[in-house]
C-alpha cells in the first residue's frame, strides 16, 4: 500500500489516465477466502472508449467493480485441514530454529496464542529487540508472509502455531491459497521466496471474476 504514495506510482497513474479511467483500493486476502492478511494495492482501470460503451461517467463508479469482501476470515486451523506434514522438511526447519539466534525468542512464545504474538508484547525485555519474530495462532488469519522473514535460517517472520519452527513449503502453499500440487523447485529458501512474493491466487480470483461479470460479460 505504501507504493501509492510515491511519486513513481503518481506519475504512472497520471500516464494511463490518458487513456483509461482508474480506482485504487487497499485490499486484504483475508478478505477473499486466504487465511492470511495481505495487504496489497489494486488499481483497475477501464479503457475510456469502454467506460462509453457502459456508461461509466465518474471514475468513482468504478468502485462498484472492485469484489465485495467477504466478513468471514479463514483460520490456520481451516487452512492445514487435511494437510500431511512433510516430516523432512519439519526436521529441517526445527533443526534450523534450534540453531538461530530466534530461538531464544520464539521457545519464551506460548503454543497457539489467542492472536498473532510477539514478545515484546508483554516481555519489556524484550521491548526494543526482535519485533518481527512472531508466532502464528491457530484461531486466526495468518499475518504477511514475507520472503525474507520465512527463509530457514532467517531472524523474525511467522513462527508455526504450535511448533518452534517456519512453515513447511506445503504449508506456506495452504497460507497462500496455492494448490497442493504447485510445484515448485529449487532449495527450501529459494522456494519460499517466490511463494511469499506473491499475491494469493484466490484474491486475483474474486477480482477477476467482478471485472468479468461488471464489464466484460456487459460488452457481448
Known sequence: PEIQTSGVFKNALIRLRRNYKCHVRTLSSNHFGVPQKRRRTILIGVRKDIC???NIQDEEELLNIFPKES???NTISDAFE???INLEEEEFLLESCRKSVAYEVISKIQFDPPYVYRLNFTNNKFQNM???TNRASWHKPCSTLTQTGNQSDGLGG???PSKNRKFTIDEMKRIFSLPDDFKLTGTFDQRAERICRMVPPFMIKHISQSIHEKVLKKLR
Open 71 to 73: 466478513s468471514y476470515e
Open 158 to 160: 511467522i513462527y508455526h
Open 82 to 84: 487435511g494437510l500431511d
Open 130 to 132: 526482535y519485533f518481527n
Open 52 to 54: 462509453e460503451k457502459l
